[in-house]
């Protein structure tokens, strides 16, 4: 007879969590488990709910069902309540706020207890980590942003939290700031094997930082993965359009095909005379140019070229954009390219839509 390995609870796990304001749900039924030294993004548009469930798991709001546990010891539920300061949770918020009157040492040292002759070796440890060792007695006022960031990353994480929770903690940096700071701030947490627990409405940023994305919409956790699975199999139109630019073609599904403007697709699984939407990112639309009003032969990989002019074109940095309106239709087809490419306004081109990148939905969905 085998043994079952001994599984560890989840550092972090929330079951059902509904919270209700004024009888509207605002968080609905969210479950979610994040194992030691894990960083899990709550990604989503703004107002979904985010931040009420931070503030639940923080212990600063309550829900109105569900539970929280910490490595499998229930921390709280709708009777029982560890207080906040107990839960072994960090938290840096967006305004997360420096204590003004207080040194920087003095801000990171707030939360730790214990001797004095390990509290400071604790506090100049953090700061030398966050490049920061010179600062100790500097007043928050003399320090950038970025800097400022540094010591609330320090103070949260002093006192070793089992999980940190951020809320939108990057937002307030400029973009040239940020990518630095955020890829220090992982590479810390990862040292400390802290779990995380990461709020943003930026894909970008969770992209980025993320282990796994639970991507919210309306209370909800609608889809929950690798950044990887997220971005390539979308659960939704709405998931697919969260990321990126989306092109919609519409059809109707005749025996598991559907017929479009760019030929034929595959379409199992939708029952036949379905209406469904075909979805597809602009990086995945390839163009080519007309020779003399025809396109390029059929191929499997790229199904039938449909005809477009193009209406716009845009250099992007790293991409550009092109805008087309498609001859079948009359709607604007989206395509992007690496680099520089930038046809002028009225050339006719031939577009193709790589099958293997589109996503087939039901209308309506
Ligand atoms: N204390 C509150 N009282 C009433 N409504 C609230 C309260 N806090 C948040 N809400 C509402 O709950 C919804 C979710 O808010 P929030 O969790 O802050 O969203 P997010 O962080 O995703 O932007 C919003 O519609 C917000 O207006
Ligand atoms: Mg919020």
């Known amino acids: 007879m085998q043994h079952a390995a001994r599984v560890d609870p989840p550092r972090l796990e929330i079951r059902n969590l509904t919270r209700r304001y004024e009888g509207r749900v605002v968080v609905d039924d969210v479950s979610l488990a994040i194992p030691a030294g894990q960083v899990t993004c709550l990604l989503g548009p703004s107002g979904c709910g985010k931040s009420t469930t931070l503030r639940m798991i923080a212990g600063v709001d309550m829900q109105d069902e569900g539970t929280i546990h910490v490595d499998g010891a229930l921390v709280c539920d709708t009777q029982f309540r560890i207080p906040p300061e107990r839960r072994s949770i960090g938290l840096m918020f967006q305004d997360f706020a420096l204590f003004p009157h207080l040194s920087v040492a003095a801000n990171v040292a707030f939360g730790l207890s214990g001797p004095k002759r390990a509290q400071e070796d604790r506090v100049r440890g953090l700061l030398a980590r966050v490049g920061l060792e010179g600062y100790l007695d500097a007043f928050p006022h003399e320090l950038s942003g970025g800097e400022q960031q540094r010591v609330a990353l320090a103070r949260a994480l002093a006192p070793q939290p089992r999980i940190m929770l951020m809320d939108e903690p990057f937002s307030g940096l400029d973009n ?25 409405h930026e894909p970008e940023e969770a992209m980025r930082m993320a282990d796994e994305i639970a ?19 979308p659960v939704d139109k709405a998931a697919v359009a969260f990321f990126s630019d989306i092109n919609v073609i519409h059809g109707v599904v005749r ?4 017929d479009t403007p760019f030929g034929q697709f595959l379409t199992p699984g939708h029952p036949d005379g379905a209406r469904v939407d075909i979805v597809f990112r602009p990086q995945h639309v390839s163009i080519d140019f007309d020779r003399g009003g025809r396109g390029p032969s059929p191929t499997a990989q790229n199904g039938t070229p449909a005809r477009g002019v193009v209406e716009r074109a845009r250099f992007m940095g790293s991409e550009s954009l092109v805008e087309f309106r498609m001859d079948h239709d009359g709607e604007v087809l989206r395509a992007t390219v690496p680099n520089v490419f930038m046809p002028a306004v009225g050339t006719p081109m031939w577009l193709s839509v790589r099958r293997n990148r589109c996503f087939v939905f039901p209308t309506g969905t």
């Open 255 to 258: 025996g598991a095909l559907t």
């Open 215 to 233: 991507l919210m919409r309306d209370g909800r956790i609608v889809q929950q993965g690798a950044p990887y699975n997220v971005y390539n199999a």
């Open 176 to 200: 040239r700031l940020r990518d630095g700071i955020r890829d220090e701030t992982l590479e810390l947490l990862k040292e400390e094997g802290t779990s995380v627990l990461l709020v943003t």
